[in-house]
């Protein structure tokens, strides 16, 4: 791939001042001499689509171009970047406990990888969550919310704490936050990937004979639909007097196949390509929809893919019996809440893993819009004292520059500072096994340094 790239910078170049032809036969050679056959894009600035400039007859090659950003395409769905100049704009949510200690220790992390790639970025930070209750009596303030619909991306701590307990349950800071961030813009795809890296096997509760490859897998969760959001949804009083409650579980096609293509694509960018349908179709009208849906659609769309199937309830069984042998797992919105937190316990620490809600809609770069958090939560034991990991927050900016800017080069190089840091030995207590631990801030600092 170094080779690959370097070769193409220097026919991109070409490129720019007019020589198509060559980018031309430098694709041709690409595809000839890689593994891989390659397809270009280069992405338009202020559209969704980029323009394609020419296809080839031997697809899958295509050419697109613009002045803005310019990828090479594995059609095994990996991508090479080359980061023209991007002004990043960023909604940052804080949110509250850890939050804002973690936020604090990521921005200078970001900021220094993206001024050494020549981008710059723009931030605000806004109160949301119990921040929000607090500052401005709602956990969604209006201008939060009008600072994130500007941005290209959310950046967002962890909200909620026994601080808010007595708040109106609509109005605390899951319900009140959260859930319509989610659905305010449609960030329909949970992408949680659950790595355990080498250097931390010991913090995982599985034997590590049982996975003697470690654990390299990612969950994509739907996270706007299903029983979090289907109507009706309320309590009533029966006639009899008692209290009954409905939740409604409902999901229709679209829904079923616009996370199945985003299963797809991650099972693309990967080694094993494989995707593992959770469901339970045995029980549920809804499982048996998307096992349809899901079956067809990667029938017909991805024969490159191989699709397995678990029961939700083996599914549970077998990531604790046997994670190694998951790569994506694909799911719909609550078996995919509990199975991701289970994932990340498998995984090791909390304070590790990272995640990307991706919207329907584009950014101003043709990306998905997203918003990118730590699984772990608020963490209120812990929080004022410098003790949280800041690397799901650190890592989960690296997934927002991936996701959402195509910036693979300054999201890798965030990732490989942060397990270099983690390879020499400095680690936050949660994952020191009772060696000497070092606070949040000296991590932070140790990572900023290998950037
Ligand atoms: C998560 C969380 C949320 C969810 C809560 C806080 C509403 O558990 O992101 O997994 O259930 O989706
Ligand atoms: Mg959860």
Redesign the pocket.
């Given at each position: 791939m170094k080779f690959a790239e370097a070769h193409a910078l220097e026919k991109v170049e070409k490129w720019k001042s007019g020589r198509v032809e060559e980018l031309k036969s430098l694709v041709v050679s690409l595809a000839k001499q890689g593994k891989e056959s390659f397809f270009y894009f280069i992405k338009v600035k202020l559209s969704a689509k980029p323009t394609p400039l020419f296809h080839f007859s031997t697809s899958p090659l295509l050419l697109f171009r613009s002045e803005q950003q310019i990828s090479i395409c594995g059609n095994a769905g990996t991508r090479v970047s080359f980061p023209a100049i991007m002004d990043l704009k960023i909604a940052v949510l804080p949110g509250d406990y850890i939050g804002p200690e973690v936020m604090e220790a990521t921005l200078p992390i970001l900021e220094k990888a993206l001024k050494k790639h020549g981008h710059t970025l723009e931030y605000s930070v806004h109160p949301v969550g119990g921040a929000g209750i607090d500052a401005c009596g709602k956990a969604l303030p209006d201008e939060t919310l009008a600072a994130c619909r500007a941005a290209d991306a959310i950046l967002f701590g962890s909200v909620?704490g026994p601080k808010w307990k007595d708040v109106p349950r609509n109005e605390q800071p899951?319900?009140g936050a959260?859930?319509p961030l989610r659905k305010n813009f449609e960030l329909f795809a949970?992408v949680r990937p659950g790595l355990l890296l080498p250097a931390l096997m010991q913090s995982s509760p599985i034997a590590p004979a049982r996975i003697p490859n470690g654990i390299d897998m990612v969950c994509i969760r739907e996270?706007t639909g299903g029983i979090?959001f289907g109507q009706p949804k309320q309590t009533t009083t029966l006639p009899n007097g008692e209290l009954e409650a409905v939740d409604t579980m409902r999901y229709r096609t679209s829904e079923i196949e616009r996370i199945t293509d985003v299963a797809i694509a991650t099972a693309r960018g990967r080694e094993r390509k494989t995707i593992c349908l959770v469901d339970k179709s045995n029980v549920l009208e809804t499982s048996v929809l998307w096992n349809k849906i899901v079956t067809e659609r990667v029938a017909a769309l991805a024969p490159d893919v191989t699709l397995t199937h678990l029961l939700v309830d083996n599914a549970a069984m077998q990531l604790v019996a046997n994670p190694g042998q998951f790569d994506v797992l694909l799911t719909e919105?609550m078996f995919g809440?509990i199975l991701?937190?289970e994932m990340a316990v498998v995984c090791g620490s909390l304070g590790m893993l990272s995640?990307a809600s991706l919207g329907a809609q584009k950014n101003r770069y043709g990306f998905p819009f997203g918003l990118y958090e730590p699984?772990g939560?608020s963490a209120p034991d812990i929080a004022g004292q410098d003790k949280a990991n800041p690397c799901a927050q650190i890592l989960s900016a690296a997934l927002m520059l991936r996701h959402s800017f195509g910036l693979h080069d300054v999201a890798a190089e965030i990732e490989a500072a942060v397990r270099a840091t983690i390879d020499a030995g400095t680690r936050t207590a949660d994952i020191a096994f009772g060696g000497n631990a070092v606070g949040t801030k000296a991590m932070a600092a140790a990572i900023l340094e290998k950037i």
């Open positions: 909620g899951e319900r959260l859930l949970n996270l979090y919105n809440d991701s937190d995640s699984s939560g």
